[in-house]
């Protein structure tokens, strides 16, 4: 597609309940960043990708988030045993190569009961 | 943690008048972007200088990087009610990741 697609749009999540998000980046983009914005914040950093290899995951914050890119193109972020602390927009990135200049998705609001 | 901090926290104007937002910074840098957010969207890349750049013009965006001080500026001249949004700088520290601050929340008025 033309540009990043994130599903679902939204999502609630009963406390304790698995879920998963997917990120679909843009065909041919190596790297895939995985962000994490609380209401009124910036995006803070959760993990990135160079294809298949996850390169850093030093911003998941507990070992209930998983993330993974098989194949390395559709990226899939698993958060295990959600809290309500867990409610926030998690926004996934792509580019061609490293950082300059991310390309957004618009997001997946999750709400935890 | 997040890298940067963007002053003001909320900036509204009347449609026409520029609008200024700084950033401020931690750690040495690569580059710095500039993004921007509309409500329940997802972020656009809209500049990017680099660390031995001074300014960066692109339409009516402004950009300028003081290193020595680890700030930013970004100027939006002529301001339309289509700018409101909320406003991000974004650092690298010499990685692949892009650190974000805590944003501008910026309102035009027709």
């Known amino acids: 597609g033309a540009g990043v697609s994130q599903s679902p749009r939204y999502k609630v999540a009963k406390r304790g309940q698995d879920v998963a998000l997917r990120c679909d980046p843009i065909?041919?983009?190596?790297?895939l960043f995985w962000y994490q914005q609380a209401l009124g914040q910036g995006p803070e950093f959760l993990t990135y990708?160079?294809?298949?290899?996850?390169?850093?995951k030093s911003g998941l914050p507990s070992d209930r988030f998983f993330a993974e890119r098989p194949e390395g193109s559709v990226s899939t972020l698993k958060i295990q045993r959600t809290q309500q602390e867990d409610s926030a927009v998690y926004l996934c990135?792509?580019?061609?190569?490293?950082?300059?200049?991310?390309?957004f998705g618009s997001g997946t609001r999750l709400t935890v009961v | 943690s997040q890298q940067g901090e963007e002053d003001p926290q909320a900036l509204s104007i009347q449609e026409g008048e520029n609008a200024t937002m700084n950033c401020s910074y931690k750690?040495?840098?690569?580059?710095l972007q500039w993004y921007r957010q509309n409500s329940g969207r997802g972020l656009v890349h809209l500049i990017l200088?680099?660390?031995?750049?001074r300014e960066k013009h692109s339409g009516r965006l402004r950009v300028t990087l003081d290193t020595s001080k680890k700030s930013s500026s970004l100027l939006i001249t002529a301001s339309r009610a289509a700018d409101t949004a909320s406003y991000f700088c974004?650092?690298?520290?010499?990685?692949?990741?892009?650190?974000f601050g805590t944003g501008t929340r910026l309102q035009v008025f027709p």
């Open positions: 974004a650092t690298d520290a010499w990685t692949d990741k892009l650190i």
């Open positions: 065909s041919g983009h190596v790297s």
């Open positions: 200088i680099r660390s031995n750049e």
């Open positions: 990135a792509s580019s061609l190569q490293g950082n300059y200049g991310y390309t």
């Open positions: 750690t040495s840098i690569n580059n």
């Open positions: 990708f160079q294809n298949e290899a996850q390169l850093d």
